[in-house]
Protein backbone atom coordinates (compact mmCIF):
# COMPACT_ATOMS: atom_id res chain seq x y z
CA UNK A 1 0.00 0.00 0.00
CA UNK A 2 1.35 3.50 -1.14
CA UNK A 3 1.85 5.41 2.13
CA UNK A 4 3.22 8.39 4.12
CA UNK A 5 3.93 7.10 7.72
CA UNK A 6 5.14 8.93 10.42
CA UNK A 7 6.93 7.94 14.19
CA UNK A 8 6.15 8.27 16.85
CA UNK A 9 2.11 9.20 16.55
CA UNK A 10 2.14 11.05 20.00
CA UNK A 11 5.27 12.28 21.81
CA UNK A 12 5.15 13.97 25.16
CA UNK A 13 8.74 15.54 26.14
CA UNK A 14 10.26 17.75 28.38
CA UNK A 15 12.32 21.24 27.22
CA UNK A 16 15.42 21.16 25.70
CA UNK A 17 15.60 16.86 24.83
CA UNK A 18 16.49 16.40 21.59
CA UNK A 19 14.07 14.56 19.81
CA UNK A 20 13.57 13.43 16.05
CA UNK A 21 10.17 12.66 13.84
CA UNK A 22 10.74 10.15 11.48
CA UNK A 23 9.15 10.10 7.96
CA UNK A 24 9.28 7.58 5.31
CA UNK A 25 7.12 7.32 1.87
CA UNK A 26 7.14 3.77 0.13
CA UNK A 27 6.24 5.90 -3.32
CA UNK A 28 9.76 7.28 -4.70
CA UNK A 29 8.76 10.27 -4.37
CA UNK A 30 11.14 13.01 -4.85
CA UNK A 31 9.37 15.88 -3.19
CA UNK A 32 8.90 15.83 0.77
CA UNK A 33 8.44 18.20 3.44
CA UNK A 34 6.97 18.95 6.78
CA UNK A 35 4.33 21.01 8.40
CA UNK A 36 3.03 22.01 11.71
CA UNK A 37 -0.99 22.75 12.01
CA UNK A 38 -1.93 25.24 15.19
CA UNK A 39 -5.30 26.36 15.58
CA UNK A 40 -5.66 29.69 14.27
CA UNK A 41 -2.88 29.19 12.03
CA UNK A 42 -3.39 26.83 9.67
CA UNK A 43 -0.79 24.57 8.24
CA UNK A 44 2.48 26.21 8.28
CA UNK A 45 5.13 24.61 5.88
CA UNK A 46 8.92 24.41 8.31
CA UNK A 47 11.08 22.63 5.85
CA UNK A 48 11.24 20.79 2.38
CA UNK A 49 13.73 18.55 -0.01
CA UNK A 50 13.39 18.04 -3.39
CA UNK A 51 15.29 15.27 -3.46
CA UNK A 52 18.51 13.25 -1.81
CA UNK A 53 20.95 16.10 -0.08
CA UNK A 54 18.67 19.00 -1.52
CA UNK A 55 16.60 21.01 1.73
CA UNK A 56 15.02 24.38 2.10
CA UNK A 57 13.26 26.26 4.25
CA UNK A 58 9.93 26.86 4.22
CA UNK A 59 8.20 29.33 6.18
CA UNK A 60 8.66 28.55 10.05
CA UNK A 61 12.08 26.61 9.73
CA UNK A 62 13.44 28.03 13.03
CA UNK A 63 14.12 25.39 16.10
CA UNK A 64 14.00 22.37 13.56
CA UNK A 65 16.20 20.56 11.08
CA UNK A 66 16.24 18.22 8.32
CA UNK A 67 18.25 15.90 6.73
CA UNK A 68 17.57 14.11 3.79
CA UNK A 69 20.50 11.39 3.20
CA UNK A 70 17.97 8.84 1.22
CA UNK A 71 15.21 9.23 -0.96
CA UNK A 72 12.51 7.44 1.14
CA UNK A 73 13.24 9.25 4.87
CA UNK A 74 12.89 12.68 5.98
CA UNK A 75 13.27 12.84 9.47
CA UNK A 76 12.53 16.06 11.17
CA UNK A 77 14.93 16.84 14.30
CA UNK A 78 14.21 19.40 17.08
CA UNK A 79 18.06 19.65 18.74
CA UNK A 80 16.03 21.88 22.06
CA UNK A 81 12.52 21.72 21.51
CA UNK A 82 10.63 24.61 23.43
CA UNK A 83 6.91 25.12 24.60
CA UNK A 84 5.79 26.63 21.29
CA UNK A 85 6.97 23.78 19.26
CA UNK A 86 4.06 21.82 20.72
CA UNK A 87 2.28 21.08 17.74
CA UNK A 88 0.62 18.63 15.38
CA UNK A 89 3.47 17.76 12.81
CA UNK A 90 2.55 16.59 9.57
CA UNK A 91 4.92 15.16 6.55
CA UNK A 92 3.91 15.34 2.82
CA UNK A 93 5.39 13.40 -0.50
CA UNK A 94 4.77 13.78 -4.16
CA UNK A 95 6.37 13.07 -7.12
CA UNK A 96 8.18 15.86 -8.82
CA UNK A 97 5.88 18.53 -10.98
CA UNK A 98 4.68 19.61 -12.87
CA UNK A 99 2.23 16.91 -11.17
CA UNK A 100 2.73 16.82 -7.69
CA UNK A 101 0.11 15.62 -6.07
CA UNK A 102 0.71 15.67 -2.07
CA UNK A 103 0.47 12.42 -0.02
CA UNK A 104 0.18 13.40 3.73
CA UNK A 105 1.09 11.08 7.01
CA UNK A 106 -1.49 10.76 9.44
CA UNK A 107 0.34 13.43 11.77
CA UNK A 108 2.58 13.34 15.11
CA UNK A 109 0.83 15.08 18.51
CA UNK A 110 3.85 16.94 20.20
CA UNK A 111 3.89 18.09 23.64
CA UNK A 112 6.59 20.06 24.87
CA UNK A 113 6.25 20.73 28.77
CA UNK B 1 4.42 36.16 -0.12
CA UNK B 2 1.63 34.12 -1.10
CA UNK B 3 -1.23 34.22 1.04
CA UNK B 4 -4.17 31.63 0.87
CA UNK B 5 -7.07 32.73 2.18
CA UNK B 6 -10.60 30.77 2.69
CA UNK B 7 -14.38 32.23 2.98
CA UNK B 8 -16.69 30.98 4.70
CA UNK B 9 -14.68 30.01 7.78
CA UNK B 10 -17.23 27.87 8.64
CA UNK B 11 -20.71 26.32 6.92
CA UNK B 12 -23.99 24.57 8.06
CA UNK B 13 -25.68 23.44 5.64
CA UNK B 14 -29.09 20.92 5.54
CA UNK B 15 -28.37 17.39 4.00
CA UNK B 16 -28.89 17.27 0.24
CA UNK B 17 -27.98 20.88 -0.35
CA UNK B 18 -25.49 22.31 -3.38
CA UNK B 19 -22.48 24.39 -1.58
CA UNK B 20 -19.52 26.23 -2.66
CA UNK B 21 -16.20 26.87 -0.97
CA UNK B 22 -14.18 29.32 -2.06
CA UNK B 23 -10.00 29.87 -1.91
CA UNK B 24 -8.37 32.94 -2.69
CA UNK B 25 -4.65 33.49 -3.44
CA UNK B 26 -2.55 36.32 -3.94
CA UNK B 27 0.48 35.50 -6.01
CA UNK B 28 -0.82 33.63 -9.55
CA UNK B 29 2.53 32.24 -10.06
CA UNK B 30 1.71 28.81 -9.03
CA UNK B 31 1.83 25.21 -10.73
CA UNK B 32 -1.02 23.93 -9.12
CA UNK B 33 -3.75 23.96 -6.39
CA UNK B 34 -5.12 21.19 -4.42
CA UNK B 35 -7.90 20.66 -2.10
CA UNK B 36 -7.74 18.41 0.54
CA UNK B 37 -10.39 16.97 3.55
CA UNK B 38 -9.41 16.55 6.80
CA UNK B 39 -11.34 14.86 9.97
CA UNK B 40 -10.64 15.62 13.26
CA UNK B 41 -7.54 14.90 15.12
CA UNK B 42 -6.58 12.79 11.23
CA UNK B 43 -4.52 13.94 8.19
CA UNK B 44 -4.76 15.25 5.11
CA UNK B 45 -6.79 13.26 2.60
CA UNK B 46 -6.18 14.72 -1.47
CA UNK B 47 -9.58 15.71 -2.40
CA UNK B 48 -8.69 17.27 -6.27
CA UNK B 49 -5.65 18.26 -7.68
CA UNK B 50 -5.96 21.27 -10.82
CA UNK B 51 -3.07 21.97 -12.36
CA UNK B 52 -2.27 25.82 -13.32
CA UNK B 53 -2.93 25.01 -17.33
CA UNK B 54 -6.45 23.69 -15.76
CA UNK B 55 -9.89 25.32 -15.15
CA UNK B 56 -11.57 22.77 -13.62
CA UNK B 57 -11.17 18.93 -11.98
CA UNK B 58 -14.28 16.59 -11.22
CA UNK B 59 -14.34 13.49 -9.01
CA UNK B 60 -17.52 11.94 -8.33
CA UNK B 61 -19.77 14.55 -6.20
CA UNK B 62 -17.17 17.38 -6.13
CA UNK B 63 -16.18 20.27 -8.85
CA UNK B 64 -13.10 22.49 -8.40
CA UNK B 65 -12.98 25.17 -10.62
CA UNK B 66 -9.41 27.14 -11.24
CA UNK B 67 -9.24 31.08 -12.07
CA UNK B 68 -5.24 31.39 -12.01
CA UNK B 69 -5.39 35.00 -13.54
CA UNK B 70 -8.07 36.16 -10.77
CA UNK B 71 -6.09 34.16 -8.35
CA UNK B 72 -9.75 32.56 -7.69
CA UNK B 73 -10.31 28.55 -6.80
CA UNK B 74 -13.83 27.23 -6.03
CA UNK B 75 -14.57 23.52 -4.73
CA UNK B 76 -18.35 22.51 -5.34
CA UNK B 77 -20.00 19.72 -3.62
CA UNK B 78 -22.96 18.39 -4.65
CA UNK B 79 -26.28 16.39 -2.69
CA UNK B 80 -23.74 17.31 0.75
CA UNK B 81 -24.31 14.35 3.21
CA UNK B 82 -23.55 13.91 6.89
CA UNK B 83 -20.63 12.13 5.50
CA UNK B 84 -19.01 15.33 3.88
CA UNK B 85 -18.63 17.00 7.47
CA UNK B 86 -14.63 17.78 7.53
CA UNK B 87 -12.53 20.48 7.79
CA UNK B 88 -11.89 21.61 3.62
CA UNK B 89 -8.53 23.20 3.06
CA UNK B 90 -7.02 24.67 -0.26
CA UNK B 91 -3.16 24.58 -0.96
CA UNK B 92 -1.09 26.47 -3.82
CA UNK B 93 2.20 25.12 -4.86
CA UNK B 94 4.08 28.07 -5.64
CA UNK B 95 7.09 28.39 -8.43
CA UNK B 96 8.45 31.50 -7.73
CA UNK B 97 12.40 31.66 -8.91
CA UNK B 98 13.88 28.38 -6.75
CA UNK B 99 11.04 28.45 -3.90
CA UNK B 100 8.86 25.35 -4.47
CA UNK B 101 6.87 25.46 -1.50
CA UNK B 102 3.02 24.67 -0.50
CA UNK B 103 0.96 27.50 1.19
CA UNK B 104 -2.27 26.44 3.24
CA UNK B 105 -5.49 28.35 3.41
CA UNK B 106 -7.00 27.92 6.93
CA UNK B 107 -9.91 25.87 6.17
CA UNK B 108 -13.57 26.11 5.69
CA UNK B 109 -15.32 23.91 9.04
CA UNK B 110 -18.62 22.09 7.35
CA UNK B 111 -21.25 20.76 8.90
CA UNK B 112 -23.74 18.54 7.58
CA UNK B 113 -27.40 18.37 9.28
CA UNK B 114 -29.01 15.32 8.53
Known amino acids: EAQVTQNPRYLITVTGKKLTVTCSQN?????MSWYRQDPGLGLRQIYY???????DKGDVPEGYKVSRKEKRNFPLILESPSPNQTSLYFC????????????FGPGTRLTVL | KQEVTQIPAALSVPEGENLVLNCSFT??????LQWFRQDPGKGLTSLLL?????REQTSGRLNASLDKSSGRSTLYIAASQPGDSATYLC?????????????FGKGTLLTVNP
Open chain 1, 92 to 103: ASSAVLPYNEQF
Open chain 1, 27 to 31: MNHEY
Open chain 1, 49 to 55: SMNVEVT
Open chain 2, 27 to 32: DSAIYN
Open chain 2, 50 to 54: IQSSQ
Open chain 2, 91 to 103: AVFESGGSNYKLT
